[in-house]
């Protein structure tokens, strides 16, 4: 079923259709490119089929709120999909993020996928398979419980020969009916949950299928580009909204191709007819701004002072009576600062969009990761009903959160409405890396110790991530929203450690951006696991025990504990003091051990996956460069929908981490981001991955956790113990970039 070509009218002219629904709206429908109906009505939650459908012809149309950033989750999805309805995967079509066609269930973030919007599609599938076994019971006078389906059919299990297709119970119903919450989860005999299904989005992608929203091309489209101010990446502090002085159209008059400019305060847009002729516009269009340069110093070396003397308001997540006697009756204090540097997504294809925008309605072909979201700003910059304004997700370039996806797609909207003409427009290299939301800097402050018996009396975090939602650019720009600091409470993710502490303090010091920052792989989880795993391995040194027996005690999560168990037999751990020093000639020799459970949305969260790293890496002495040799990973998120999907995404997540962690920071002047090519933004070469041992726990039983996220998540503790394992030097602030990774080692020399 090509999801391009099928139009909603198209399908109800297919014959009957048997809908079932959870959290979608009424009709069931798969629109074309060009072919959408509006007004779109807002899928209901409590409707079966906002969820699902099933045509006269027996294929199976199902719908989830959520998209695929190349997770693998449409595969996923459809998997669950086919077992809870019981069909074959190949008769299964999955409908993603889609305005017009699926539920609003949120951004796609935190790898809540799986684990939260795909239980009210299970249960729609679920429940469609029972009212087609009532249907075939009353079509052939026999018991319910006397049927059973398999593939498609429901079968009297008596008389096998005495079967109805689920095409034939299909014809000429048009049943709309409210979810069932309590509809218990078909999951007797399945075929395709837990195993390794070829990944569905794949063959067109290889075969040159139209996939990506940069490939698409509507008739009589015209092509766009923008002019950012001159502050890139920069949030509250700059004026965004009020600082363009004059555009000179006069300056590209002698260009051909251009259609129009487009000023709307500080939005600046040029269409043209051709893609080149709009870059070439942009390049010489004289525009005049004030000048503006207040970006605080967010260099290494200051950071930790910009985000120590920024606004926050401390937020308490956990406090326990008589912490701070503990602190002062501290044997042997240990305090530490750890500071994770701004990085950011690097898409390697820039942010595209295409728009189609006329007097009543607008039509958006997306890479968003927020389709719902975005359609509700794109009311408010165009003045538009939202029931008139389709967003349709396309892949895009890979994201690990917020990109310049939204600010694209608010761009070619307005130009698109400007013009009367459908409008593509593509951000160039400099303009994505300058403003996509980055991953935030973070101050993790740490105060805790042993008491007498070596053991930990006590632990206390003050963790700062000045992040929120980053608004939508083409909304500040044009003075739709107003650019005020925006709080957003993201800094608390897995900052509770999941030990048993005798006396524990948290604190989440909420703040507002100091540069254009949101959500990105890990969010906060993976820099505060770095302060918590950095510090046990400090303490547990300094109690002259091994890091990992040092941490089980202080374990009682008995799935973690199986987990960390699984990494030493895979690696091979050899218990002892950590830094042992093995030294061959200038090569010094480490090994490090971190693990951590990500929890994720609004604190408490939720748990997802669990993982356990083990790492192996050589440091050069002399020229300071750190080689991530070799890396074991043992991976718990519970049920594995796609094994294959799951190993792949912690692979993923191992080698993203080392790049950040030994690479990745961005730079930053007074008036913004510097980093804006890649030659000043360096990831980790095909040359420099390490080996990579994965082990994935198998617990089929319990429900899917999602696993796009977690295995990051211990990384950057696990190498920096391996670091210090190598050197007897700690490492707080990443990228161990071997400029830095020196300083550190001539420093312990003096």
């Not at 935190?110 to 076994?133: F, N």
């Not at 917020?402 to 303009?431: H, I, K």
């Not at 420099?688 to 899917?704: K, R, T």
């Amino acid at each position: 079923m090509n999801l391009f070509a099928l139009t909603r009218r198209q399908l109800l002219q297919a014959g009957g259709i048997l809908s079932v629904s959870a959290m979608l709206p009424h009709a069931v429908l798969a629109s074309g490119l060009t072919d959408a109906v509006f007004p779109v009505s807002e899928r209901s939650m409590g409707q079966l089929d906002s969820f699902i459908a099933l045509s006269a012809d027996g294929s199976v149309t199902a719908f989830n709120g959520h998209v695929d950033l190349g997770t693998g989750v449409r595969t996923a999805l459809a998997q669950y999909v086919a077992d809870a309805l019981d069909v074959e995967f190949s008769a299964v079509t999955m409908i993603l993020g889609d305005t017009s066609l699926t539920p609003d269930q949120g951004p796609t973030i935190a790898s809540s996928t799986l684990q939260v919007t795909a239980i009210p599609l299970r249960k729609a599938a679920s429940q469609l398979r029972l009212q087609l076994i009532q249907l075939a019971a009353t079509a052939m006078n026999a018991p319910t419980a006397q049927l059973q389906t398999q593939a498609g059919w429901v079968i009297d299990s008596r008389n096998p020969s005495r079967r109805l297709s689920y095409a034939q119970l299909a014809t000429n119903k048009d049943d709309h009916q409210p979810l069932n919450p309590n509809t218990p989860l078909n999951t007797a005999n399945p075929r395709y949950v837990g195993q390794p299904v070829a990944r569905v989005d794949i063959p067109a992608k290889v075969t040159g299928g139209l996939s990506w929203v940069h490939d698409l091309r509507l008739p009589g489209m015209l092509h766009g580009r923008v002019i950012r101010p001159p502050y890139p990446g920069t949030d509250s502090s700059a004026p965004l909204g009020h600082s363009l002085i004059s555009v000179d159209e006069s300056s590209i008059a002698h260009l051909p191709g251009i259609v129009k400019i487009v000023v709307k305060h500080d939005f600046v847009g040029i269409v043209a007819r051709r893609e080149e002729q709009a870059i070439a516009a942009m390049r010489m269009l004289k525009v005049t701004w004030q000048p503006w340069a207040k970006v605080p110093a967010l260099d290494p070396e200051n950071l930790a002072i910009a985000l120590t003397d920024c606004k926050k308001t401390p937020r308490i997540l956990r406090e326990d009576a008589g912490v701070d006697t503990a602190l002062n009756e501290r044997h042997i204090t240990v305090d530490a600062d750890y500071v994770w540097p701004y990085q950011m997504h690097g898409s390697i294809g820039p942010s595209c969009a295409v728009a189609n925008v006329t007097a009543s309605q607008a039509v958006i072909w997306s890479g968003t990761q927020n389709p719902h979201d975005l359609r509700r700003d794109l009311s408010l910059l165009l003045e538009m009903d939202t029931r008139w304004i389709e967003v349709k997700r396309m892949e895009a370039s890979g994201c690990y959160g917020r990109n310049c996806a939204d600010d694209v797609s608010a761009d070619a909207a307005l130009l698109s409405q400007a013009t009367g003409y459908p409008v593509r427009v593509q951000l160039m290299r400099e303009q994505e890396a300058a403003w996509e939301p980055k991953g935030s800097g973070q101050l993790m402050r740490v105060r805790g110790g042993l008491d007498e018996a070596l053991k930990v009396s006590c632990y206390e975090l003050h963790t700062c991530y000045p992040s929120n939602n980053a608004t939508t650019l083409p909304l500040l720009l044009t003075r739709k929203v107003d650019n005020n600091p925006d709080v957003q409470t993201m800094g608390d993710r897995s900052a509770v450690p999941q030990y048993s502490f005798p006396q524990m303090r948290v604190v989440c010091e909420d703040a507002a951006p100091l540069v254009r920052a949101s959500w990105m792989r890990g969010v906060s989880a993976l820099p505060n696991v770095f302060a918590h795993e950095s510090w046990l391995d400090e303490v547990a040194f300094l109690a002259g025990q091994d890091p990992i027996a040092f941490r089980l005690r202080l374990i009682e999560d008995e799935r973690a504990i199986a987990l960390i168990n699984e990494v030493k037999k895979l690696s091979g751990w050899q218990e002892g003091p950590a830094h042992r020093h093995q030294q061959q000639g200038e090569l010094l020799h480490g090994r490090g051990f971190a693990w951590a459970r990500y929890f994720h949305s609004k604190f408490p969260g939720f748990g997802a996956a669990w993982a356990a790293w083990v790492c192996d890496l050589t440091v050069n002495s002399r020229t300071g460069e750190v080689r991530i040799d070799k890396v074991f990973v043992t991976h718990d998120c519970g049920q594995m929908v796609n094994p294959a999907g799951v190993r792949h995404q912690v692979h993923g997540n191992i080698i993203q981490c080392c790049s950040r962690v030994l690479k990745e920071t961005v730079t930053f002047d007074d008036r913004g981001t510097t980093s804006v090519e890649w030659g000043s933004y360096p990831l980790l070469r095909f040359d420099e991955l390490p080996e990579v041992e994965i082990q994935l726990m198998d617990y089929p039983e319990q429900p899917a956790m999602g696993a796009g996220e977690s295995a990051s998540v211990p990384g950057a503790a696990a190498i920096a113990n391996a670091l210090f394992d190598a050197t007897g030097r700690r490492f707080r602030a990443p990228p161990f970039t071997l400029e830095r990774v020196l300083q550190v080692l001539q420093g312990a020399k003096k």
